[in-house]
């Protein structure tokens, strides 16, 4: 299986230690790329591996490499999703899976707030559920699904908050007054705009 865009590497070792298969964690981002790590390590899952690609949007892999590949809650940071999409569907075996989830924008969702996800999260492009379901289709995909788990993550993101203030003075003492305030503003604008229906999350699985 290949983890897309793994960051440090969460859903990777989940999966690898549940399933038992080998994960390859792919990772653009040098700052956050998940650490090879001994199979002997506590905690390591005995199979799972870390990648970084040559270039940008593409895969270091062969074509049908991969019976499956997961992304979680990353394809917002890429501009170019179609030929993410396209590169996925290239290194999927036949009749391969692939399943993501990503946050979606509603139609209310204003070009000053979008500018200010780009600046504050590196959200260069928000999709649709429908959008998204176009782009798989576009790229070669079969039997493409969409679920809108808004109402999951609206609930998900309020304990976020409510857990984040409630660690205020040992947030305050770690990173001082201004980077807790910094914090709890994204927070508190990010979860203003699922309350608001500007934003929301979609799950997504289709076949090769």
């Known amino acids: 299986m290949l983890d897309l865009c793994a960051g440090l590497g969460g859903p990777a070792r989940f999966v690898a230690s549940r399933r038992g298969c080998r994960v390859i964690a792919v990772e653009l981002n040098a700052g956050r790329a998940v650490r090879r790590r001994s199979p002997h ?19 270091p892999f062969a074509a049908g490499r991969f019976e499956a590949v997961l992304s979680q809650e990353a394809l917002l940071h890429i501009g170019d999703k179609a030929a993410v999409l396209r590169e996925v569907h290239r290194v999927l075996a036949p009749d391969g899976r692939l399943a993501f989830s990503d946050w979606i924008a509603r139609p209310a969702l204003g070009d000053g707030e979008r500018r200010r996800l780009h600046e504050w999260m590196a959200a260069v492009t928000l999709q649709t559920l429908d959008s998204y379901r176009a782009l798989l289709g576009a790229a070669g995909y079969r ?27 040992d947030t305050v003492a770690r990173l001082g007054e201004a980077r807790y305030r910094e914090y709890d503003q994204l927070y508190a604008f990010f979860v203003g705009l699922i309350e608001a229906g500007k934003l929301g999350g979609g799950r997504f699985s289709a076949s090769r």
């Open 41 to 59: 390590a506590p905690g390591a899952p005995a199979r799972a591996g870390a990648r970084r690609p040559r270039r940008r949007l593409a895969l």
């Open 143 to 169: 039997a493409v699904a969409a679920e809108d788990l808004t109402d999951e993550w609206r609930t998900i993101l309020r304990e976020r908050l409510r857990m984040f203030r409630a660690m205020r003075e």
